[in-house]
């Protein structure tokens, strides 16, 4: 798994995050993620045989409430605090585009 990374490859990162980085932050995050696949390179090496796959180290419950169904707010409820609106949904700005 030893990859470079290189200060290309975390522009590339930050791109596609949508994460704009100065150029002194792109070396910190590029000795950053080194390091984390390093780490996870060292994981690798564990012998796993016979480990059941887990999603949490420790055991865990649900604490919340059962799901249930309920009363709908009106839309008005709902976007009520809503800083803009289109008829009966929340108008946001546009994330995608279409240029890659």
Do not use: C, W
């Not at 490859?9 to 791109?15: C, D, G, Q, T």
């Not at 996870?40 to 059962?66: C, S, W, Y």
């Not at 169904?69 to 995608?96: H, M, T, Y």
């Amino acid at each position: 798994m030893p990859q470079k990374i290189d200060n290309e490859l975390v522009r590339h990162i930050a791109k596609l995050g949508r994460i704009e980085l100065a150029d002194e932050q792109v070396g910190t995050f590029g000795r950053q993620l080194s390091a984390i696949l390093d780490y996870v390179g060292k994981l690798q090496e564990l012998n796993t045989d016979g480990i059941e796959p887990m999603a949490h180290a420790v055991e865990l419950r649900n604490v919340l409430a059962d799901d249930s169904p309920g009363e709908s707010l009106k839309p008005d409820q709902a976007l009520a605090n809503a800083p803009q609106r289109d008829g009966d949904f929340f108008a946001v700005p546009k994330v995608i585009d279409d240029s890659q």
